[in-house]
C-alpha cells in the first residue's frame, strides 16, 4: 500500500504530489517514510472510497500483514488483526476504544486517512497490541472555502447522503462540517445499519505560529449483528442427520428485539504553538460518552461442537432442534485522553540535525455494564443441564415464540488510569542516515486490584540511503498490556510484554515509485492460559514472524498500482494454535484514468484480495477454512463539478467463509456490494 495521505479540502491531492508526503503515526513528528526505520502504512480517503469501504475494517483490506474482516463483516465492531494479532484502534493519536461491545463503529467518511504501524509501539503510545495500532485522521478545517455533497443508492436498500463543507471565514478563521444520514438493511434478515454522524470543527490561526483546532461528532447507530454465529454442521460441514444445508446469511434472533443500538459524543482539541523554528508544543485532548445496547441470540454450537445438535435429541427432531441462548447488555463507557509533548531541533555538528521529542500522555476510562438474567446451563444445585435451555428448530424458527430479556438493576463499573512520560531522538546524518532512538515509562492502575503496573519501553532503529534510493533498515520495538485480572492463587496478572526485531528495506527508484521489503520475530510473553478445571496461570508465550512487501507506483492524475504480500506463521508455545490466521495474503488494487470529450474523465478500478486457509485445532477436531479470492471494481465519470460512481464489492459474488473455529461456529464473508453515487462538489 501506498505511503500517500490525503490531504485537506483544499489542498493538493497526494495523487498530484506524487506519493511523498509525510505521517505522524510512526514517530508523533512530520517525517518522511524513507527517515522511519518501520514500515508506515497510511491510507489515504481517496483510495479507500474507491475501494468502496463502508467500514474502517474495509479501508485496510489491501494493506500488506493485515486481516481485515477476519470474521466477516461485523456492524457491531472494526475488527483487523496485525502481524496475527488483534490490533488496537486509535484515533488522532489516542486510543479511543478500551471495551467490546461499549462502543459504535467509526464512520471512515469522517476521516482524511487510516495510518497503520506495524508491531510493538508502546514507547509512543503506551499499552497496547505487540501487533500494531490503526490510527484514524480526523478531517479539521482548511483555509479554502469548499466542499462536496453526495446521495447513495446501494444493496440491501441502502439510501444515504453524506456532505463535507469547508468553509474560510477569513484568513485565520475557518469551520467544517461533516456528516452522513444512512437507512440500510444489510444481507441478514432483520438486521439494519442506520446511522446519523455529525462531526462539526474550528481551526483558529491567529499567528503563523499558533494553531487551535476544536472537534466534536455526535453518532447515532441503530443495527444489529451481521455475526449470527451458525454452527459449523450445517453450514461448513453436513448436518450429519439429514444433510440440509442452512442459509448462510441465517437470522437466529427475534425480529424487533435483537439490535446493536449506540450513540457517541466526542468532543476535543488541539492546539499547536511554535516558538522560532526549533521549538515546537503539541497540546491534545479528547472526551467521549458513549451507550450501548446489545440484545442478541445465537445458537448453541459450543456443547458439543462436532454434532451441536446430539445433545438436543431427546428435546425434539435430532438434526432440526439446537439450543438457543439469549444475550442481553446495556454498557456505558468514558474515556479522557491527553497527549502533550515538545519537540526541539538542533545541531551537535556540521552534519547532525536532531529531533528531540518530550511528552506525557494520560488517559482514564471507565466502562460500566449491565445485563439480562438469563436461564443457563446450571440448575440451582450447579449441576450442568440442558432443561433450562430454549430450543428452536433452526430450519424453521417461530420467530414469534422466542423469549426476550430486558437488562435491570445498577450498572458495575470498571475504570483504568494511564500515565506515561516518553521521549524520543530522531538524529539526522549527513541527510542520508536516520537514527530513532526512544523510552517511556508507564504506571498504569486498574479499579479492583492492589497493584499498580509499571512498565518501561524502549525503540532503536536506523535506516539508511545506499543510493539509487535503496535504503534498508533495522528496528527494535517493546510494547506491554496490563491484564485486569488475577490468576491461580490469587495474585494479580503481570503486564504481557513483547519485544520485536524487523530488519529490510525501502527502494524508492524515482518519486512516483515506492517499494518496502520487511521480515519482522515478535515475541510475547506472560500470556493468560485457561486450563482444565478453571485453571487460570500466566505462563504463556507465542512468536510472531513473517515478510511483508509493499509496492505502489502513481502516475499523478492518471494511474494507481498498488500491490502486497504478506506471510505470517504465529507459534504458540502452549496451546496447539491460534484460529483465524492465514499464512499468506495478497492484493493488488489499480486504477486509470481517461481523458472524455467536454472536459469529463473516466476513472475504471480494479482490485484482487487473495486470504489464504485458516487452521483451528480443537479438542475434538481440527477445521481448515479455505482459502479464496475476491474482486472489487470501480467505475467513475468526472464531469465539471459532478461526479458519478459505481462501486462494487466481492463483484463476482463469491460464498466464503471467513472463519470457522473448533469451538463449534462459522462466519460468513459478505457477499456482493454495489453501490452508486452521485456527488457535487463546490
Known amino acids: 500500500m501506498a505511503e500517500d495521505a490525503a490531504p485537506a479540502a483544499g489542498e493538493a491531492s497526494a495523487s498530484e504530489q506524487g506519493i511523498i508526503v509525510t505521517a505522524r503515526a510512526g514517530t508523533k513528528t512530520e517525517t518522511p517514510p524513507l527517515e522511519v526505520p518501520q514500515p508506515v502504512t497510511v491510507i489515504s480517503e481517496r483510495t479507500y472510497l474507491s475501494q468502496g469501504a463502508i467500514s474502517i475494517s474495509d479501508t485496510v483490506k489491501y494493506a500488506a500483514g493485515v486481516t481485515a474482516n477476519a470474521y466477516g463483516r461485523d456492524t457491531r465492531v472494526d475488527n483487523f488483526v496485525i502481524r496475527g494479532i488483534d490490533a488496537l484502534q486509535f484515533r488522532d493519536g489516542m486510543r479511543d476504544i478500551f471495551s467490546y461491545y461499549a462502543s459504535i463503529t467509526s464512520d471512515p467518511y469522517n476521516f482524511s486517512q487510516v495510518e497503520i504501524v506495524r508491531g510493538p509501539a508502546s514507547v509512543l503510545f503506551g499499552q497496547g497490541s505487540i501487533g500494531g495500532l490503526v490510527n484514524l485522521v480526523s478531517k479539521t478545517p482548511t483555509f479554502q472555502t469548499g466542499g462536496e455533497a453526495s446521495i447513495v443508492y446501494g444493496s440491501y436498500d441502502r439510501k444515504e447522503a453524506m456532505g463535507d463543507v469547508n468553509v474560510a471565514l477569513s484568513d485565520t478563521l475557518a469551520i467544517r462540517a461533516v456528516g452522513r444520514v444512512r437507512d440500510a438493511d444489510t444481507y441478514v434478515d432483520h438486521v439494519r445499519d442506520d446511522r446519523v454522524m455529525f462531526a462539526p470543527s474550528i481551526r483558529w490561526q491567529p499567528t503563523p505560529d499558533t494553531d487551535l483546532v476544536l472537534q466534536g461528532l455526535y453518532q447515532k447507530d441503530k443495527s444489529g449483528s451481521t455475526s449470527q454465529f451458525l454452527p459449523v454442521v450445517g453450514t461448513f460441514r453436513p448436518n450429519p442427520a439429514n444433510g440440509e444445508r442452512l442459509d448462510p446469511f441465517l437470522f437466529v434472533g427475534k425480529p424487533g428485539w435483537d439490535r446493536y443500538d449506540g450513540r457517541t459524543l466526542q468532543a476535543g482539541g488541539s492546539l499547536t504553538q511554535r516558538f522560532g523554528d526549533n521549538v515546537q508544543l503539541n497540546l491534545k485532548a ?9 440484545f442478541t441470540h445465537y445458537a448453541d454450537s459450543y456443547t458439543n461442537p462436532t454434532d451441536p445438535f446430539l445433545p438436543y435429541a431427546p428435546y425434539g427432531t435430532y ?10 447488555s446495556d454498557a456505558r463507557m468514558n474515556v479522557f485522553s491527553t497527549d502533550n509533548n515538545l519537540q526541539f531541533k538542533f545541531n551537535t555538528g556540521a552534519n547532525i540535525e536532531h529531533k528531540l521529542l518530550v511528552g506525557v500522555d494520560y488517559s482514564w476510562n471507565k466502562v460500566g455494564k449491565r445485563a439480562a438474567v438469563t436461564p443457563g446451563f446450571y440448575d440451582a444445585d450447579g449441576n450442568f443441564t440442558l432443561d433450562n435451555v430454549e430450543k428452536i428448530d433452526i430450519y424453521d424458527i417461530d420467530y414469534d415464540a422466542l423469549q426476550t430479556y430486558d437488562p435491570s438493576g445498577p450498572f458495575a463499573y470498571a475504570s483504568q488510569k494511564q500515565l506515561g512520560i516518553y521521549v524520543q531522538d530522531q538524529i539526522r546524518f549527513w541527510d542520508r542516515v536516520s537514527v530513532v532512538l526512544g523510552a517511556r515509562r508507564d504506571r498504569v492502575t486498574t479499579s479492583g486490584t492492589a497493584v499498580k503496573d509499571k512498565a518501561t519501553t524502549f525503540r532503536a532503529g536506523i535506516i539508511g540511503e545506499l543510493g539509487a534510493g535503496f535504503s534498508p533498515f533495522f528496528s527494535y520495538t517493546e510494547s506491554f498490556l496490563p491484564i485486569a485480572m488475577t490468576v491461580d492463587g490469587g495474585s494479580p496478572a503481570r503486564p504481557q510484554r513483547g519485544t520485536q526485531y524487523e530488519v529490510g528495506f525501502k ?13 519482522f520475530h515478535i515475541k510475547e510473553i506472560n500470556r493468560i492460559i485457561y486450563g482444565s478445571a478453571g485453571s487460570i496461570t500466566q505462563s504463556g508465550e507465542i512468536t510472531s514472524k513473517g515478510i511483508e512487501i509493499e509496492a505502489s507506483h502513481q502516475l499523478p492524475g492518471n ?8 506471510y505470517n506463521k504465529l507459534v504458540s508455545h502452549d496451546t496447539a494454535t491460534f484460529d483465524y490466521l492465514p499464512r499468506h495474503t495478497a492484493s493488488l488494487w489499480t486504477t486509470k484514468t481517461f481523458g472524455l470529450e467536454d472536459g469529463a474523465q473516466l476513472r475504471l478500478g480494479a482490485g484482487v484480495n487473495y486470504t489464504g486457509k485458516r487452521t483451528s485445532i480443537g479438542s475434538a477436531w481440527t477445521l481448515v477454512t479455505p482459502s479464496y479470492t475476491l474482486v472489487d471494481a470501480l467505475a467513475e465519470i468526472s464531469w465539471k463539478d459532478w461526479r458519478f460512481a459505481v462501486n462494487a464489492t466481492n463483484l463476482l459474488n463469491k460464498q466464503y467463509f471467513a472463519s470457522c473455529l473448533a469451538r463449534g461456529d462459522c462466519f460468513v464473508g459478505a457477499p456482493r456490494n454495489v453501490m452508486g453515487t452521485v456527488g457535487y462538489r463546490f
Open 319 to 328: 438434526g432440526r432442534t439446537i439450543g438457543l441462548i439469549a444475550d442481553a
Open 507 to 519: 527502494w524508492q527508484p524515482e518519486r512516483n515509485t515506492l517499494i518496502t521489503v520487511t521480515g
Open 559 to 566: 494511474f494507481e498500482l498498488l500491490a502486497n504480500y504478506g
Open 286 to 294: 479528547r472526551y467521549i460518552d458513549s451507550n450501548v445496547e446489545y
